[in-house]
């Protein structure tokens, strides 16, 4: 799902908002919810890293995932470094998954897995089928004289 994320700074109030918004249609967004900050908390939060940071822009409403915090943290700072108002940050979770390099690793490995799985049945006799279980599997049932099946 593809976001946005708007950092407004209102430097007469001293406040940040945090603004979510997400792709309702190709193109068009819109807002699902917003959060007020303390502007000087956060000034002073993220000079102390990256860690507090996180700790105070979680919310019960707003509480993103550590690849998302840290990317709103980058924004963030950004933001405060180049003294702007407002930064706009587009997210699409699919880059929080695993890179595509990881994916053709695990296909080389899966190679590896088909060789050990396949089997030849020309290996196998009966006889040692019965090593494996010696008991007689066949079903063994008969039609009850009252059942339905006897027509």
Same mark, same amino acid.
């Given at each position: 799902?593809?976001? =946005?994320?708007?950092?407004?700074?209102?430097? =007469?109030? $001293?406040?940040?908002?945090?603004?979510?918004? %997400? /792709? %309702?249609?190709?193109?068009?967004?819109?807002?699902?919810?917003?959060?007020?900050? +303390?502007?000087?908390?956060?000034? %002073?939060? %993220?000079?102390?890293?990256? +860690?507090?940071?996180? !700790?105070?822009?979680?919310?019960?409403?707003?509480?993103?995932?550590?690849?998302?915090?840290?990317?709103?943290?980058?924004?963030?700072?950004?933001?405060?470094? &180049? $003294?702007? /108002?407002?930064?706009?940050?587009?997210?699409?979770?699919?880059?929080?998954?695993?890179?595509?390099?990881?994916? &053709?690793?695990? &296909?080389?490995? *899966?190679? /590896?897995?088909?060789?050990?799985?396949?089997?030849?049945?020309?290996?196998?006799? !009966? *006889? *040692?089928?019965?090593?494996?279980?010696?008991?007689?599997?066949?079903?063994?049932?008969?039609?009850? =004289?009252?059942?339905?099946?006897?027509?």
């Amino acid at each position: 799902m593809r976001q =946005k994320f708007t950092f407004e700074i209102d430097a =007469k109030k $001293g406040k940040l908002t945090l603004s979510e918004s %997400a /792709e %309702a249609d190709p193109g068009t967004f819109l807002k699902l919810h917003f959060e007020e900050y +303390d502007l000087e908390e956060m000034k %002073a939060v %993220a000079v102390k890293g990256q +860690d507090a940071f996180i !700790e105070i822009l979680r919310r019960k409403n707003l509480f993103p995932s550590l690849f998302l915090a840290e990317k709103l943290f980058g924004a963030f700072t950004s933001l405060i470094a &180049e $003294g702007g /108002e407002k930064l706009v940050m587009d997210y699409d979770d699919i880059d929080s998954f695993p890179s595509l390099e990881v994916a &053709e690793a695990e &296909e080389d490995e *899966d190679v /590896e897995l088909d060789k050990l799985l396949s089997t030849d049945d020309n290996d196998l006799s !009966e *006889d *040692d089928i019965k090593e494996i279980d010696p008991e007689d599997d066949t079903p063994k049932f008969q039609i009850d =004289k009252n059942s339905e099946q006897e027509n």
